[in-house]
C-alpha cells in the first residue's frame, strides 16, 4: 500500500489476531510495529508513523523517492550499458569478419591471376617446344588460348595443355 508517496503493508499475524504493519522510507530505512487491535487500527498507525516522519524530516521522503528513482534509472542505465557493449562486441567482430572475407578474396584473386601465370607459361612452354614456335609467337598464342582454357573453366596445368594441345577452334 502506499500513502502520500510511501510505501508500507500491513500484515495478519499468525500468533493471535495481532496485526503488524512496516512503513519503507527507503532502501534501509524501515519502522515496524504491532498492534493486537485490528487491521483498520495498523493502517492508521502506518499513516499516522509516516505523517511523523514526514513533519519530522520535512523532504526527506521526498528525497527517498527520489533516491529510489535515481536506482531505477541506475538500473537501467546499467542494462543500457551492457547492451551498448554487447553491440560493440558484435560490431568489432562484424569488422574482424569482413577483413577475413576482403583478405580471402584478395588471396583468391591473386592465387586465380597465379594460375594465369602459370598456365601461360606452361602453354607457351608448350608451344615453343612442341609447335616450334618463337618466344614471341607462344606468348601470343598462349594468351589467345588462354582464353578458351578460361572458358572451359579448367584450373590445373594437364586439363588446360590438353586443350591447348587441340587445335584451337577456329581451325578446326
Known sequence: MEYKGVKYSVVQLTEGPSWKWEVRFGE??????????????AIKLAEYEIDRALQETGSKATWYRSVSGL???????????GTAASLIAQLRELYQLRERVRKTELTAQDTDDKRDEDLTAAIETYLATFEGHTPGQAKAKALERLDHVREAGVKDRRAALRIVSDAPPDKR
Open 28 to 41: 534501509r530505512k524501515n519502522k515496524s510495529g504491532v498492534t493486537p487491535v485490528s487491521r483498520a487500527a
Open 71 to 81: 536506482i531505477s534509472l541506475q538500473q537501467r542505465l546499467a542494462a543500457l550499458t
